[in-house]
T-cell receptor, first 113, second 118 residues
Framework: KQEVTQIPAALSVPEGENLVLNCSFT??????LQWFRQDPGKGLTSLLL?????REQTSGRLNASLDKSSGRSTLYIAASQPGDSATYLC????????????FGKGTKLSVIP | GAVVSQHPSWVICKSGTSVKIECRSL??????MFWYRQFPKQSLMLMAT?????????EQGVEKDKFLINHASLTLSTLTVTSAHPEDSSFYIC??????????????FGEGSRLTVL
């Protein structure tokens, strides 16, 4: 059974800092991995999708890496801003066609102005 | 990115009533939609997988007679919470995976619907 762990559970940083969020998964046989952002009481916004054959994806100040063999992914946020404050969720897609998606519990990020 | 719309975003109902939540893919066709439930400070839990034109597949522990799912078209899936009780109060989120031309397996999520049962 796939398990996804996100560390840390919460993180508070001053504005302007670069930061890294970690995600690990137990079963390396994944189809893809997706990072989401969730604002309080809101749905999920997809940030980055990394296919199992890829090592990283970039979008603006965000960079996500994937090391499938070690079961790890990181989300790097450069020059953090107060607007980045949210919960960041990592989700692993297991098995092409099955669409079984396993979520971590998220990292709650607070960027202090 | 693709847009998934959920309605209503907030609903309060009395115990024993039924509530319907809609999930629409606005600019793409979604052969498969998913319904999740999220408890406070917990991750999302998949409730069921909804395929257009066929019966939904429910995850273990989810009562299919209580959470009725209908996926009648390629752009609409509905979740009906029947005879709702306070323990059904939760945040319900739907997601959809697109089809052609480039189905990467990426999921797009609705904004969620917060259900409060009094």
């Amino acid at each position: 059974k796939q398990e996804v762990t996100q560390i840390p559970a919460a993180l508070s940083v001053p504005e302007g800092e670069n930061l890294v969020l970690n995600c690990s998964f137990t079963d390396s046989a994944i189809y893809n991995l997706q990072w989401f952002r969730q604002d309080p009481g809101k749905g999920l916004t997809s940030l980055l999708l990394i296919q199992s054959s890829q090592r990283e994806q970039t979008s603006g100040r965000l960079n996500a890496s994937l090391d499938k063999s070690s079961g790890r992914s990181t989300l790097y946020i450069a020059a953090s801003q107060p607007g980045d404050s949210a919960t960041y969720l990592c989700a692993v897609f297991s098995g092409a066609g099955s669409y079984q998606l396993t979520f971590g519990k998220g990292t709650k990020l607070s960027v202090i102005p | 990115g693709a847009v998934v719309s959920q309605h209503p975003s907030w609903v309060i109902c009395k115990s024993g009533t039924s509530v319907k939540i809609e999930c629409r893919s606005l600019d793409f066709q979604a052969t498969t939609m998913f319904w999740y439930r999220q408890f406070p400070k917990q991750s999302l839990m998949l409730m069921a997988t909804s395929n257009e034109g066929s019966k939904a597949t429910y995850e273990q522990g989810v009562e299919k007679d209580k959470f009725l799912i209908n996926h009648a078209s390629l752009t609409l899936s509905t979740l009906t919470v029947t005879s709702a009780h306070p323990e059904d109060s939760s945040f319900y989120i739907c997601s959809a995976v697109g089809t052609a031309p480039a189905n990467t397996g990426e999921l797009f999520f609705g904004e969620g619907s917060r259900l409060t049962v009094l």
